[in-house]
């Protein structure tokens, strides 16, 4: 079932600082884990300030990754195309909350031979609406055909799930401009577009601050519990670092069951990376933290990348996965 709980009013919103991502240098050039502190394995994770890696600080948090054996090293990063570079030179190990779509696309076109760790989250009720301000004459799904509606990174998972539920609806596409999530409130206040495209934690931020209206709940149908991001490696790291891995998934997935069980140890979490207080933590919309990754699953979101251009042929998410 979705962690998910209903939103009431919040007073302070969060104001989101660009993050880029720390570079580092490679720990030798096979790839293979170094070790850390205390002899434990050290792993690079790059990672943006989202809810969709609430498991990797919790399961960082309550030393489940020690206990693993691990010295996982998180460097906050603002979109996760940013990381592309630095996974690809093997100066950092693995992506959290990559966007699926960004790195099935370097993998079609030979960027990076990826490989597919573990699920981040998948779609559920309010977690991604399309905002219009408070006294906008877009009433309507139909009315924003044409208009200029923010996207984090333009064709992409947000576009690509959107474009469906406007097909489904038989409604013309907008045209998208492409503004970082921490900029997105600003841009629709001062009019640079006529609607955003926001997640949490700043679809209620954004609600909050501007008393912006929800158009549209951008998990609806027919893309409902859709994968959106996952833990991202490549298959060099992946072949050199079997048992670390599993160590890892291991401690992810204790992360993850303790989510499922009890929605406030995300709530909780939140706050502590991501510039959320703790009022609007207790309002925030939760997506689904699978426990593990499902092929099926994640064949309904490339099938849309094909349908819609942005895979050039057909690719099978089953062959990516790590096992």
């Given at each position: ?12 919103a ?12 490679a720990?030798?050039?096979?790839g293979?884990?170094?070790s850390g502190?205390?002899g434990?394995e050290?792993v ?8 969709d ?9 309550r ?18 195309l940013?990381?592309l ?6 100066q950092?190990d ?16 030979g ?15 309010r977690?991604?609406?399309?905002l ?7 009433k309507?799904?139909?009315?924003l ?6 996207v984090?990174v ?9 474009n469906?539920?406007?097909e ?10 492409a ?30 601050d ?12 027919p893309?409902e519990?859709i ?9 060099k790291?992946v072949d050199g670092?079997?048992k670390t ?12 069951e ?18 959320v207080t703790e009022e ?18 994640l ?14 042929k ?10």
């Amino acid at each position: 079932m979705p962690l998910r709980q209903s939103r009431s009013g919040t007073r302070t919103a969060a104001a989101a600082a660009t993050l880029m991502l720390v570079a580092v240098t490679a720990c030798g050039d096979d790839g293979d884990s170094s070790s850390g502190a205390d002899g434990r394995e050290t792993v690079r994770v790059a990672a943006l300030p989202l809810i969709d890696c609430a498991a990797l600080y919790i399961a960082q948090d309550r030393g489940l990754f020690e206990k693993e054996g691990l010295d996982v090293r998180i460097q906050q990063i603002q979109q996760s195309l940013q990381a592309l570079p630095a996974l690809a030179k093997g100066q950092i190990d693995m992506v959290a909350s990559a966007n699926y779509v960004t790195y099935l696309q370097a993998h079609e076109k030979g960027t990076l031979d990826i490989r597919i760790v573990a699920e981040a989250i998948r779609a559920a009720p309010r977690m991604m609406d399309v905002l219009v301000s408070e006294d906008s004459d877009i009433k309507s799904i139909a009315d924003l055909a044409g208009k200029k509606l923010a996207v984090n990174v333009l064709n992409n998972v947000q576009s690509l799930t959107f474009n469906e539920i406007l097909e489904r609806q038989g409604v013309d596409r907008p045209v998208y401009r492409a503004i970082p999530f921490p900029q997105m409130g600003a841009a629709l206040d001062k009019g640079q577009v006529d609607a955003v495209h926001a997640v949490e934690p700043y679809d209620n931020a954004i609600q909050d601050d501007l008393k912006a209206r929800v158009l549209i709940d951008g998990s609806s149908p027919p893309v409902e519990s859709i994968p959106l991001s996952g833990y991202v490696s490549t298959s060099k790291y992946v072949d050199g670092n079997g048992k670390t891995l599993a160590a890892f998934r291991r401690a992810l997935k204790a992360a993850v069951e303790i989510a499922e069980k009890d929605a406030s140890a995300v709530r909780g979490m939140l706050p502590t990376y991501t510039k959320v207080t703790e009022e609007q933590a207790e309002s925030i919309d939760l997506p689904v933290f699978p426990p593990t990754v499902d092929a099926a699953q994640l064949t309904r979101l490339t099938d849309l990348m094909k349908k819609q251009g942005m895979l050039k042929k057909p690719i099978d998410p089953a062959t990516l996965i790590v096992k």
